[in-house]
């Protein structure tokens, strides 16, 4: 790989650390606040809304400029959001300016391995990014969990600056002033990305023609019989991952009898096992073999309802972790796909916009159903047999999709060419 290409993976560990762990104190503040229990989920949501409102903008944003900078504005976007948590902005509004910034930051991330590596080493590079992506939610969200306990917290809170009142007296400001230092660091790794040389014609500023264009790709994406499947399937693993996140963290409180603080942690495990599937996908699926991969789709939404069997801790570490490494297994030659195919079909910062578009609407919905859910008062365990049904059902239903597809025409011959 190129030397650019390990302080684009530096930049995005520092910057996803930060998301996760800020994710975890956010809902912390929200304890504090004496807020609703579906409250909670709410706070991807609002996170997640940029994603979806700015996707026909933020592929021109990122093909304006050389992606570096781009990530290090959005970084610092991050940061204020990080910071508006200190001065009396409810958590939602908060946490939705971070999503701001991450929605504009995401194109760029992924637009520039398009950029700065050839096809045949994407799925490496995605599981690289994985991999460390990976690894910051791992150690975000126990960094998140530590920083919001008893004893660090009391340790932070004890720091006295003369003659200074920083107005941090809670648990969560506390742990969010350190996250806020990781924004930072994360800055200074985008600063040193290098400008990859590559340039797209002028980029329209007009709205309207932004929005014509956005749905121009999205409709050239959908319709290609590789980018369908590939974009069908990335878009059902980030809805499920994101309501796994705030499944994970009920279920350990209501099956297992474990406190936020220790809850994430479990997000941590899952996320292991993410890791350790997008490193084997890595090393041993090829760009050209990727659709073989679907059928761990479906395993792993068939195991995930074993999760209401679960009443040991060493049980629910090997349950979670082998469900993170299905998950990861099968989603990393799928997002390699789809950056090949939309890098060939359009522009890469205009093909990971309509990518992000796609995922985070499902997030929305997939979200907003399980706040229902819980708002209903529907028990931990009906909402994860439901959440992993419909993951085994939707595999199911993409594969047939993709059997059609090659009865009509081989489109795997089409993975590798590049574009003219």
């Known amino acids: 790989m190129k030397r650019g290409f390990y302080t684009i993976m530096a930049a995005q560990f520092f910057s996803s650390l930060a998301d996760n762990a800020l994710l975890i104190a956010a809902i912390a503040l929200l304890v504090e606040m004496h807020a609703p229990e579906w409250m909670k989920p709410l706070l991807k949501l609002f996170f997640t809304i940029s994603y979806v409102v700015l996707a026909p903008f933020v592929g021109a944003f990122a093909d304006a400029l050389p992606k570096g900078k781009v990530m290090f504005y959005t970084n610092t976007i991050k940061f204020a959001g990080c910071a508006l948590m200190f001065f009396a902005v409810h958590p939602l509004l908060a946490y939705a300016v971070v999503g701001f910034g991450a929605a504009a930051y995401s194109p760029a991330k992924y637009g520039i391995l ?23 939610i791992i150690l975000g969200t126990v960094l998140g969990g530590a920083l ?21 007296d809670t648990p ?58 590939s974009l069908a399937v990335t878009t059902l693993f980030w809805g499920a991952g994101a309501t796994l996140q705030f499944i994970v963290l009920k279920w350990a409180d209501v099956q297992l009898g474990m406190p936020l603080s220790k809850a994430a942690v479990l997000q941590g495990v899952v996320a292991v096992g993410i890791a350790v599937g997008a490193m084997v996908a ?11 991969v679907l059928p ?48 060939v079909l359009m522009s890469a910062g205009h093909s ?69």
């Open 172 to 229: 969560a400001e506390s742990a969010i002033l350190v996250i806020a230092a990781f924004y930072g660091l994360a800055g200074l790794f985008n600063l040193r990305i290098p400008d990859t040389g590559a340039r797209y014609a002028h980029q329209e500023r007009n709205p309207l023609r932004l929005l014509l264009d956005f749905g121009h790709c999205l409709r050239v994406l959908w319709r290609d019989k590789l980018g369908q499947i």
């Open 114 to 136: 398009t950029e700065l590596l050839p096809p045949e080493k994407l799925v490496a590079a995605n599981g690289w990014i994985e991999g460390t992506t990976v690894s910051s």
């Open 148 to 168: 919001i306990s008893p004893t660090i917290s009391a340790s932070l809170l004890s720091f006295d600056m003369p003659s200074f009142e920083t107005g941090i």
């Open 296 to 343: 761990v789709g479906v395993a792993m939404g068939v195991l995930v309802p074993m999760m209401t069997l679960v009443h040991d801790l060493p049980v629910a570490y090997m349950t979670l972790v082998l469900i993170g490494a299905l998950a990861g297994f099968f989603v990393v030659p799928m997002n390699a796909l789809l950056q090949h195919r939309g890098h």
């Open 352 to 420: 990971i916009a309509v990518q992000n578009f796609n995922e985070n609407l499902m997030i929305l919905l997939m979200l907003s159903l399980y706040a229902v859910l819980i708002r209903a008062d529907v028990h931990i365990n009906w909402v994860i047999l439901m959440f992993g049904s419909f993951v085994a059902l939707s595999m199911v239903a993409v594969m047939r999709l993709h059997a059609a597809n090659q009865r009509r025409f081989d489109s795997v011959a089409l993975i590798g060419q590049v574009r003219h």
């Open 282 to 292: 890595a090393r041993f699926v090829p760009l050209r073999g990727s659709l073989r």
